[in-house]
């Protein structure tokens, strides 16, 4: 069964402390079913990673799914990707026919700043949060000539000015020297190079291709985890996964040039996560990434537009929906329906998402999904 | 496909802060591996409830078990038998071949005492901790003459002694008058009567079926979520959940007579949790479950043993684990390997696990095996 996603919504996203979470998860789902159109729901996947224990089959109940199977995943950051992996697997094996992906977080109500480490987290312990650990990457790439300051702050420039086209809650028109001037929080990134947490939703419905125009085929999905870094490695963390994975999602989907894509959704937690992703993913050689953003190939109306959205760094990070919302904006994308951020023409898009880990860099997984036909 | 499971494990049950959740983990990993005999993994879903974010990839890499699929999955108090469902569905549909399903739990090292409802659990807020839910539902029984105080210590007197002979950590010998005796946590559930919070780890391996006697195939599952609770229902907590799944499990199983079961594990979170599950499960009719340990039904060399482990009250609770040392203790009856506290000549058992959900009644689920050919 080729599978397809045939409808998806999101909730408002940004600060909600106010919002009950199965009010978030009601705002996506709802407008997910209405997307997709009538059809009973067969089973619920849940990607959350600060959800209390039993959230899903709350939400669920609260969403009037209730009495069909609700199973909670979670693989940190791509936790709404893998509820995607795993409902595209069971439509694609038959053993559910209509599943929603559904991912939600409201991390305004858990703390404030920045994620904290796990006491068991040694990585965390050691300073190693993740803005530290992608500031390690982006020192590298400086360090090697690979990526300069001006490159980096125009992921931000060019990601919160897509923001803005998109009504994300963090977009905004900035120049580099404001970028570059706002407040450092790991060296060489900025408050505004690293993305807000926050609080929102983001669902998709899954089921059989029937060719409809507005159903999107999942042309090719895959998924991996663990050893994200290893010393012995030549790149930075992240990169020998998203290679590894995307690999196998472009053999799964049949794609034999990356040149096909016409658009994507990658996870530019922090701005050199786009650059590296996007070397990785072989949407630029190794070491070219940086100058995609500065030279306007990934803007929108550039060769292959990323994160027209506003990313991560716009929507803002609520971990367990923002693989959904990536899912979100390329299906609405291949549909057309994007409005002033049309990609125009856009056939094929890719996401990626990368999961960190709270408990330590140990902890990674990655979700690749070529959509499209 | 049919699917058996082909290796448990399990890692000393407890209290032990000191212990990493990894090592944990490899005790109960490595003796299932070992105990399943040679062949690569495929892939591993991870049940738990408190683990930290990222646990799933970082414990199976600690294991050995890099770069293959690892999926974290969360069912409250029903996450280890989650994950043993979601391995036998991925071996079913032939997602994967051979597949781990791995529960752990560290409870030592994040609280002391009861659980805490969460700050988002009006349950919880008012008061409707698991406890008291328990309590509420022996209540009305005791109310209705369904069951007497001796018959709810009955039940914790078993599973205790059956503690002894298996080597649980909270088995003991006590009379009826001691269990009764000891301090009130939530009328008429006394402490004896309450299973302790612990840290431990479980596994099972599960593949395909050939036959070999050592495996115990996995004849029917079923799992759901849900509706657990609702003021129209003529029964107590829990009850329409396990009866709607466990019924699902023996259509799948092909199983005409609950009376062909030769041993179980149950949810004995509390004294009243066996109960009313054996009511459900149609292993005693409604109002008569109370009698069952009380004659000696359910014990060793009874018509049908519950809980010849000691269960959760006598093995502890490490919530994603408790599914999987379940499955643990009933593949082994099946294969003859219990010594002191061997059913003799069991061919037929069964598994019930319900999650309760720390964030409320409405994040119920239920998983029911049986296991056996």
């Not at 199977?69 to 209509?98: K, M």
């Not at 982006?138 to 998109?166: H, I, M, P, W």
């Not at 939703?201 to 507005?214: F, Q």
């Amino acid at each position: 069964v080729t599978t397809a996603v045939l409808g998806v919504g999101l909730s408002r996203f940004g600060r909600h402390p106010d919002r009950d979470l199965c009010a978030l998860a009601w705002e996506a789902l709802s407008r997910a079913l209405e997307d997709a159109g009538p059809g009973p729901v067969d089973a619920v996947y849940v990607g959350t990673v600060l959800g209390p224990s039993g959230v899903g089959p709350r939400v669920a109940r609260a969403c009037g799914l209730a009495g069909i199977p609700v199973l909670t995943v979670e693989t940190a950051c791509a936790s709404g990707t893998t509820a995607l992996f795993e409902a595209h697997e069971a439509v694609r094996l038959g053993r559910y026919r209509r599943v929603v992906a559904l991912g939600l977080e409201q991390m305004s109500t858990a703390f404030a700043g920045a994620i904290h480490p796990e006491e068991s987290d040694p990585e965390g312990r050691a300073g190693l949060a993740l803005p530290a650990l992608y500031a390690l990457a982006a020192s590298r790439y400086q360090d090697t000539g690979a990526v300069t300051a001006e490159q980096l702050a125009a992921v931000a420039v060019k990601n919160r000015a897509n923001g803005l086209l998109s009504g994300a809650p963090y977009g905004g028109s900035y120049s580099r020297g404001e970028i570059l001037g706002s407040r450092m929080i790991a060296d060489p990134l900025t408050l505004l190079q690293c993305c807000p947490t926050a609080d929102g939703a983001a669902a998709a419905v899954v089921g059989p291709w029937d060719g409809t125009p507005e159903q999107v085929p999942i042309r090719g999905i895959a998924s991996g985890t663990g050893g994200a870094w290893d010393h012995r490695s030549a790149h930075v963390w992240g990169f020998d996964l998203v290679r590894r994975v995307s690999r196998r999602a472009y053999a799964a989907a049949g794609l034999d040039d990356v040149a096909d894509l016409d658009v994507a959704e990658v996870h530019d937690a922090f701005t050199i996560g786009e650059i590296v992703t996007l070397e990785a993913l072989g949407l630029a050689e190794e070491g070219e990434g940086g100058k995609l953003a500065e030279t306007g190939e990934t803007a929108l109306g550039g060769k292959v537009p990323v994160n027209p959205s506003g990313g991560l760094l716009a929507r803002g990070h609520p971990l367990g929906a923002t693989g959904l919302a990536q899912v979100a904006e390329i299906v609405n994308q291949l549909r057309g329906r994007c409005g002033a951020r049309q990609v125009e023409g856009a056939r094929l898009g890719l996401v990626e998402t990368m999961g960190g880990g709270v408990s330590g860099i140990d902890g990674n997984a990655c979700v690749v999904a070529v959509l499209g036909s």
